[in-house]
T-cell receptor
């Protein structure tokens, strides 16, 4: 089973460039999430989605955008990259956020903005 | 955002020793989860807790959902080298968001 797949694994961006981090899951999960992890820190929620066509802001949404046109895909868009967005980004999905919750994570995308 | 305080921040133990770490919050959570993250990988779920007072085991791992619903602990018995990694707690409120602790880095010395 592929689970949650993120691409690319690594990326270096120049300040002001834009890019899209891809995330796809094959478990037919309704809920999907984007987190960022800074060195020595836990994961901070950027955006999440409870189903196709529905997205909502998490704790740290500034500088990011998301879309959820299908159940499987949840891309994260950086429009004007800034050094503060240097981080490791994790996508996750879960079947239900209430009871019997288990969030599955991708392997991460390491992004450096220079 | 919600603040989850995880302790200790790091641990260095001898192989075979038991390990205990905990997570506290100022908020009441409905679900507590414990994850392990290996270098260069995403977090992997170890144990999920859904009821106050619940005590759940997964092999050498045991976790408990605190009675106050504001804390949880994770124990690892008879540690082995492959237990090395960063352990995260995560709590979920009534909504759809998970909040993560800052992690406990575990080093097991053979």
């Amino acid at each position: 089973n592929a689970g949650v797949t993120q691409t690319p694994k690594f990326r270096i961006l120049k300040i002001g460039q834009s890019m899209t981090l891809q995330c796809t899951q094959d478990m037919n999960h309704n809920y999907m999430y984007w987190y960022r992890q800074d060195p020595g820190m836990g994961l901070k929620l950027i955006y999440y989605s409870v189903g196709a066509g529905i997205t909502d802001k998490g704790e740290v949404p500034n500088g990011y955008n998301v879309s959820r046109s299908t159940t499987e895909d949840f891309p994260l868009r950086l429009e004007l990259a800034a050094p503060s967005q240097t981080s490791v980004y994790f996508c996750a999905s879960s079947y239900s956020a209430r009871g019997n919750t288990e969030a599955f994570f991708g392997q991460g995308t390491r992004l450096t903005v220079v | 955002g919600q603040q989850l305080n995880q302790s200790p921040q790091s641990m260095f133990i001898q192989e075979g020793e038991d390990v205990s770490m905990n997570c506290t919050s100022s908020s009441i959570f409905n679900t507590w989860l414990w994850y392990k993250q290996d270098p260069g990988e995403g977090p992997v779920l170890l144990i999920a807790l859904y009821k106050a007072g619940e005590l759940t085991s997964n092999g050498r791992l045991t976790a408990q959902f605190g009675i106050t619903r504001k804390d949880s602990f994770l124990n690892i018995s008879a540690s082995i080298p492959s237990d090395v990694g960063i352990y995260f707690c995560a709590g979920q409120l009534s909504g759809n968001q998970f909040y993560f602790g800052t992690g406990t880095s575990l080093t097991v010395i053979p």
